[in-house]
């Protein structure tokens, strides 16, 4: 079963009576994962006493990866930049990099420099890659072998490498210049008699990945091909470094929500339990861009303020042409940018998405005109009145079906995010569009809709 | 280096000139995987052959695993009854539920009664679990051991239990009733000396799930814990199946698209290479929802049409409050949905996570709405204008944040997808309270703003 998480209440209790020992005693009880959200519910003090007794037990580095991230600052400034050190000498290099840039900036050098040579030496390596390339989310630890091992040697290097064996689920083959020739999965190695050696065992060209390749597309191809982990080659096919499963699945999760925030204008910072002090900051340039994006469809509506004035209960389908322009292009926006995100659209096929969510905005528009068209001759009793809806919701929605599917394919297109930003452009004209067919179809036969 | 995925104009040509020998050679060097995305250049009678081609090397089953949803209808139309039943019976009993709910209700019963009676039993099985449940995810093919085997032995079970072995990443101890002891990983197996028994060697107590959990939430223990896969046990602790990591991948992915698809009131189904037609179908409901819950709105309007008749500029502002309620609400709407989703959140928390999006709501419509009123101001020279839209945004954001918080907690609440429908009921509601307050007010202050 799944540790049942231990209200903080019976941990809050044993702090406050100064029972450190039994409050020590049930810590080590709790899985490293669920320490973190535990974290969530106690005052500062009681973090910095948590964190002492769980680096007492050796066991604060396994917090510090789990930690979810508005967390992270309060915990690594209760460990001292000593202690710190010491506890981030512990992980995985590439553990270390993502902690080590959430450090504030005057804290970073000071305990780099704690760091021993060869982690600092590492750590300038991982910097050489692009943000959130394979290069920053790879290992360094793996085992290689040469192909003229048997079985039996393989078995015994993979025992030799002690703590490691824990994450070991490919043994990785190397030739004498460290260029990857092949992979044995550790069950194959397990299966096979003895004496077979490494090269006979191996599955020769393996799917790899160079550094430079974004974490997502690192998480399509683990995903496509079900591997356990990935190794990093360069150029030349040397190995650098393995991605395992467990930071795929991070990336997975992780790029989910920033396609989804960046669709809503958010920071990837900005979640449920953040400060809204920080939500606000986060948020308010983007709501700020909105002001003027709407401003600038207002502006349209200012355009025909004379027809307006003649007819003002025009003013009251504004709503209707605005929210129907609004879901169009919002279902058009997440069909394409989701269908970007999971590598089933490139380029070139990007003119058939654009040409099919236009055909189905059209569509749409036709069949719910029709429907805004009768209700409005009902109520009015003016058949041109029907016309200009009508004719106006298929103008937004076959606009919003194009506009939903280009955008984002055009932002991929000059290199940038395809989902940020592309939900206020794609509303923006779109509402632009509906309002200026709408009032100026409505003043052209304006003489018929008395 | 992963396969380079070749056009599928060479497919096409040998396929066209009759080079069937060549098509299957250079079918067969190609990932079943990649074959998926190939077929979908392909007409009919080409997937007909590429089908036919693949059933000869034995390798119908990868492909039908591999396939994108909408590919699935046409190559099992393609495999006859008795040969689709034959493929079947090769794949695991998680994939044959799949891939038999997407079969059309006529062809399925031909289909499971040619399936051995074992499968048909297994089958019968699976569908006492509700969907998208643990035992609907979970596959039956696993090596159990019990506590007294030596490392050894344990070995030499791998290596007899043949193909299954390259599936292994635990081991499975029960005791002599099948209930779950504990779990030997492969790799800690690898690394013991071949006395030790599986009893000394396994991690007692391992973490798992029953048959009913829902898959998103079997989703969030293996990121949690980082496994690699999870045991389904009953209530007595009897050991049912396992979910592998590759399979969690995949919900993880499903599960993120339902989300951010929910959100846009989009179906599953509607992918970006889905036929017009089905998109179409698919989106019409919602877009009527839409559009009777922009016409609420717009009946809040047309409550005040007197006022905009004395006053037909405020109709420009409609737009404004519209845009700036829309964009606050999916906000709001998106850190929470996607805050339950990741299990930050709960209900016991839930009261936390409204506050705080009020706040920030309340916040951010001050701000936006002092810009918007100046700009009002300069324009109009009127200052009761700028403060009718100061308070206008104020409550518009302010309700929109509340509703965003609200609405999808407490539809989770009363046991409903807490994205969908959210979207709707948040910005029709935001939207009505924004032209309530923003006409309300302007009706009150008539006389100072002419």
Redesign the interface.
């Known amino acids: ?3 049942p998480i231990p209200t903080s209440r019976i941990l809050r209790r044993l702090l406050a009576s100064g029972a450190h020992g039994r409050a020590a005693n049930l810590l080590g009880r709790i ?1 490293p ?2 320490v973190g959200p535990l974290l969530g519910d106690l005052g500062p003090d009681e973090i910095r006493t948590v964190v002492e007794l769980l680096f007492r037990q050796q066991r604060a580095e396994n917090l510090l990866r789990e930690l ?1 991230f508005e967390l992270l600052g309060d915990v690594m400034e209760a460990l001292g930049d000593s202690r710190l050190a010491e506890v981030l000498g512990r992980l995985e290099v590439d553990d270390v990099a993502e902690l080590v840039d959430a450090l504030p900036e005057t804290r970073r050098e000071a305990i780099l420099e704690r760091l021993p040579q060869q982690r600092q030496r590492e750590l300038k390596r991982l910097e050489l890659y692009p943000a959130s390339s394979a290069g920053r989310v790879m290992t360094t630890s793996y085992v290689a072998l040469d192909e003229t091992m048997t079985s039996a040697e393989a ?1 015994e290097s ?2 030799a ?1 002690g703590d490691l ?5 490919y043994l990785y083959v190397v030739d004498e210049n460290h260029c990857l020739r092949g992979v044995v ?8 008699p003895s004496d077979r050696t490494c090269g006979e065992l191996m599955l020769p ?1 393996p ?3 160079t550094p430079e390749v974004d974490q997502e597309e690192v998480a399509r ?6 591997l ?1 982990a990935v190794p990093v080659t360069d150029a030349d096919g040397t190995l650098l470094g393995v991605i395992t ?2 930071d ?3 990336v ?2 992780e790029e ?2 920033e ?3 960046h ?4 920071s990837e910072e ?4 953040s400060p ?1 002090r920080l ?2 900051r986060k ?2 340039p ?3 861009l ?2 003027a ?3 600038l ?3 349209v ?2 355009l025909f ?1 004379h027809t ?2 003649q007819m ?2 025009l ?6 042409v ?3 322009a ?3 292009g ?2 058009a ?4 940018t ?2 970007i995100a ?1 590598g ?2 490139e380029f070139s ?1 990007g003119i ?2 654009v040409t ?1 969510e236009t ?2 905005g059209l ?2 528009g036709a ?2 005109g029709l ?2 068209a009768l ?1 409005a001759f009902a109520w009015s009793g003016n058949p041109y009145l029907g016309f200009v809806l009508f004719l106006s919701l298929v103008v937004t929605l076959t606009f919003a079906g194009l506009f939903g599917a280009a955008v984002p394919l055009a932002l991929k297109a000059i290199g940038q995010d395809p989902a940020l930003g592309a939900g206020v452009i794609v ?1 923006t004209f779109t ?1 632009a569009f509906g ?1 200026l067919t709408f009032l100026g179809s409505a003043t052209l036969l304006l003489d018929r809709l008395h």
Chains 1, 2 share one sequence.
């Open positions: 079963m799944a540790q899985h994962a669920d979810p078995v993979i025992r490498s064996a824990d994450s070991i689920l999965p550790i069950r194959r190695l397990v299966a096979s060209e799917v790899r990945v191809i683990v995903a496509r091909y079900d356990l499963v467990d795929v699945i991070d997975i999760t989910a929500t396609d989804m925030y669709l809503a204008g958010l900005d979640r449920v339990f809204p939500a606000i948020r308010l983007w709501m700020v909105n002001l994006t709407v401003i469809a207002a502006s509506v200012a303020e307006l004035e003002v209960s003013a009251l389908f504004l709503p209707v605005g929210g129907m609004g879901n169009g919002i279902q926006l997440t069909v394409t989701r269908g999971l089933e659209i096929t058939r998405a099919k055909i189905v569509s749409l069949a719910t429907i805004c209700l509303t509402d309002f």
